[in-house]
């Protein structure tokens, strides 16, 4: 059966790295070959790319975006190794498709699956879009893996929408017991279940393989901030003191909250990391200071102590507070220099993460498996 793959897999390393965990699971189903649909090009500065970001972000950012992804030769560097490293690993379809388009998908594949990253919530794609699958045909395979939806609630009218897309699937699940939650009350069944993240659903053996040797041989703590403050910053340097460990950081990772103290923040800037160097960092860290998901995952997954700092916007948060909940980890969350020395006190039993990611990743990956066998027994929501 081919399957493709509606989702989000060049915004950054933990978009590729989701996008490529799933794809590595689905085609190690026997009789699965799945792809990546392209919706934007298969390379990063494209025309089509740029056109999609004005419309979307509009001139001023798109402008902002490209000087930091292109406008210095280190960025150019990261850039330049994140691209090698999709066209390398990521399969991704051979034909483009657009919203205007994506139905000619169903002359190819027989089944499409939506998720995981944020593809569900309404504040970034639009309820109609593509990655609600209604453009595919009826007799097509339709599920979801993993999606997140990020918000609360939504309108009766978006609740009409959502109800009439996923009718039509034969498995739904979401990344965010919250999500769940919702998915469920507005289709007014227990059907829609919580799944991980794909980079926690495959076997750790997927990255082990994938992750190069560490590029550095002293300990040091590695940062890893899309966002925050240079307060933040300042507190990790006290902090480095203390445990007498070089800072290792990867500096602009999101354009439009560069903080300039950057330039200056960490012994070591790791500006040309591809995204296999970005497990590899992480797992050869002592310790980890982040406000992102991934690398929160990667550090859980390589048993290294992480520091989670508060990431602007209530969708960034509710993913990171639900994967500590979810693994009975006591929180990480960072709001002061007192909340270091908390959460430096706080020791992680990894043994009793290991043993409920291990039952969670069983029920992930039968999930895949059961929606595939309702379909070929014709079964949908």
């Known amino acids: 059966m081919k399957l493709a793959g509606l989702t989000w897999w060049r915004n950054n390393y933990g978009s590729i790295l989701q996008a490529y965990a799933l794809q590595e699971e689905l085609n190690s189903i026997p009789g699965i070959s799945y792809e990546i649909i392209n919706q934007y ?23 902002q975006r490209i000087f930091w992804k292109f406008g210095m030769k280190k960025l150019r560097n990261r850039s330049f190794n994140i691209q090698k490293f999709t066209d390398e690993k990521l399969r991704i ?19 499409f699956v939506c998720g995981s990253d944020q593809v569900w919530n309404p504040t970034l794609t639009d309820i109609n879009s593509m990655y609600w699958l209604g453009f595919s045909d009826d007799i097509k395979l339709r599920f979801s893996y993993a999606p997140s939806i990020g918000v609360d609630g939504v309108s009766e009218e978006e609740a ?22 919702l998915i469920n009350n507005i ?45 933040q910053r300042c507190m990790i ?5 203390k445990v007498n ?3 290792i950081t990867m500096p602009f990772m999101e354009p439009e909250y560069a903080v300039w103290y950057d330039f200056k923040f960490g012994d070591f800037k790791y ?9 590899s960092v992480i797992k050869n860290a002592s310790y980890v200071f982040t406000d992102s998901f991934h690398s929160s995952v990667f550090s859980i997954l390589y048993h290294v102590p992480f520091f989670t700092f508060p990431k602007v916007g209530k969708a960034q948060m509710s993913r990171i ?4 909940k979810i693994l009975n980890i006591d929180s990480r969350m960072v709001y002061n220099e007192n909340d270091i020395n908390c959460v430096f006190q706080k020791k992680i039993d990894w043994k009793s993460v290991d043993e409920i990611l291990d039952g969670k990743r069983i029920i992930s990956q039968q999930y895949i498996r059961k929606v595939i066998r309702k379909y070929d027994e014709g079964i949908c929501l």
């Not at 379809?93 to 089944?111: H, L, P, R, V």
């Not at 009409?160 to 965010?176: A, D, P, Q, T």
């Not at 069944?189 to 994938?210: A, F, G, H, I, Y």
């Open 237 to 241: 340097e006290k902090f480095a003191k």
């Open 271 to 279: 500006w040309d990391a591809g995204p296999d160097e970005f497990i």
């Open 93 to 111: 379809s051979s034909n483009q498709y657009s919203e205007d388009t994506i139905a000619q998908a169903n002359k190819k594949y027989e089944g």
């Open 160 to 181: 009409k929408v959502i109800r009439k897309n996923l009718r039509r699937f034969h498995g739904v699940s979401c990344r965010e017991e919250t999500g769940t939650e």
């Open 321 to 324: 507070i639900n994967l500590q």
């Open 187 to 231: 289709i007014g069944t227990n059907q829609c279940r919580t799944v991980l993240d794909p980079t926690l659903m495959v076997e750790k053996s997927v990255w082990d393989k994938l992750c190069p040797e560490s590029k550095f041989k002293e300990p040091y703590i590695f940062v890893y901030m899309l966002r925050g403050t240079k307060e």
């Open 245 to 247: 460990l070089k800072i």
């Open 41 to 63: 090009g298969k390379k990063i500065a494209s025309f089509d790319n740029l056109i999609d970001k004005i419309k979307t972000i509009g001139i001023k950012k798109t402008i």
